[in-house]
């Protein structure tokens, strides 16, 4: 046990407890009262509420880091509440006995042990003064740059700690859950870096209700982010356990680079391209980018677009590349342009219905919102020099073909009176090199193609001519 010893060198537990353990040291066999353990706190979260067989209880959770860097949760239930709420600061040390410890749910627990602990009836938690030098007062791993998340390799659900420069600061919104009524905060920050990528990261909870406004154009530090991918662009959540400094104590070497580049970075978001997920869907990758496919191979005219038939597609859908003008933007106001749609920052774009209350509700996510977000589900004419076809498609690559949001869209059109004819004028007449998704459809028991829009590029001459060259290559080659 000499181990015990070595690790907490220069920190005396109060007379009386038992000798100090290693968090990485706790395991479910040590009872409750055998050991004690000395660190900081890393994150608080705040007071929740429940009911269990009738009767109502409330539950907090704190985590401890200790001197060899090991971090733990620890829970306490409704005595324990009043007891310790009050006195725990995050950044503070502290020296912890008495509580179960058993498996942690890694879904729940983003530590990095195994373990958690219950708090007991006889805990204890003291200040640790003397221990504030001993215990570093950061443990930020942080990835290199937000290029980092572009690696294949970055599982989603994978948690990392980031920094960057904060670049805009969303409002906090409340969500409810319709299910246990309990209400939740969130808002969006977007942080960017040297490596000239943004990417949003969610709060949950007190850190977003708390996370100050003043914060943007600074460097900050976050810690605990679970890596998200949304339209084929990353997304950060940060989970209950994490936190976020703007005040970096230790010399981090990231931070330090950071911290020297951001006083002259470009503050505007538009400055900046989104992180893309190299392992979504392509299919889903609208308005990400979408660099490695080839665009000639599978280049049609809109003539042979339109010729494609049930048979081609029916055992599997069909993806082609056109390049084509939009000659109409199929907007009626009586028709389904956009629809209201779930806020649910996992990706939920189901539509959501207004209660009485004014609030948005989502049946499959059994949340409610202030507000919905809109998105487009819309229909185009395209056209070249040998025809003309009909493309539906979703948000994002809407978004893109018309330069506005649906959002805007909306607000325009139904609250500020303009014609939303006038908004998509833009759009019309463009070229686009235009990826399409063809399927079969059944509709009134009449199986026919359905022609989707997946992406839109804008039209590289350069780009143009090499794969047409490539193209031609290949031809001779083939004589
Ligand atoms: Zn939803």
Known sequence: MSRYVQQSSGIQVPNGWPS????????????????????????????????????????????IRDQAG??????????????????????????????????????YNKTNTNYE??????ACIEAAPNAEAAIPVDSFQFIESLKALEAEGV???????????????????????????????????VVGDESMLRVPITLWGDSASRFPERLQGTAVAFNGCAVGEFGGRRQLSMSRDGSFTETVQTPDPRWLRLAQWAPRAPTNENGYTS?????????????????????FRSRL?????????????????????VKAFVTEVKYQKERTFYYPACMNSAGCKKKVVQEDTGKWVCSKCDMKF?????????????????????????DEVAEKLFGISADEFQVKTETGGQAGEELLDAANLQQWV??????????????????????????????????????????????
């Open 370 to 394: 202030d507000r919905p977000r809109y998105r487009y589900i819309s229909r185009i004419t395209v056209s070249d020099h040998t025809g003309e076809a009909d493309l539906s498609m979703f």
């Open 117 to 122: 602990v219950t708090l007991s009836r006889d």
């Open 301 to 321: 005219t809109v003539g042979q677009l339109s010729a494609i038939n049930v048979a081609e597609v029916e055992v599997a859908p069909k993806t082609v590349f």
């Open 155 to 189: 599982q989603k659900g994978s948690v990392v700690d980031v920094c960057g420069l904060v670049l805009s600061v969303g409002d906090p919104e409340t969500i409810k859950s319709k299910a246990t009524g309990q209400e939740y905060t969130k808002r969006d920050v």
């Open 434 to 479: 235009l990826r399409v998704k063809c399927r079969s459809d059944t509709y009134n028991d009449v199986a026919r193609v359905r022609r989707e829009l997946m992406g839109v590029y804008p039209i590289k001459p350069l780009d143009e001519a090499r794969g047409m060259l490539d193209v031609i290559t290949e031809h001779m080659g083939n004589m």
């Open 20 to 63: 100090l353990h290693a968090i990485s040291d706790l395991t479910p066999f040590i009872g409750p009262s055998n050991w004690s353990i000395c660190g900081r706190c890393t994150a608080k979260g705040d007071i929740r509420t429940f009911s269990s067989n009738g009767r109502d209880g409330k539950v907090f959770n704190f985590n």
């Open 70 to 107: 090991s971090e733990i949760r620890i829970s306490g239930f409704t005595e324990a509440v009043d007891q310790f709420f009050d006195s725990i600061v995050r950044g503070k040390t502290y020296f912890v006995r008495g509580g179960r410890v058993k498996k942690a749910d890694p879904r």
């Open 275 to 295: 992180v893309v997920d190299p392992t979504a869907d392509p299919s889903a990758a609208g308005a990400g980018g979408d660099r490695s496919v080839d665009k």
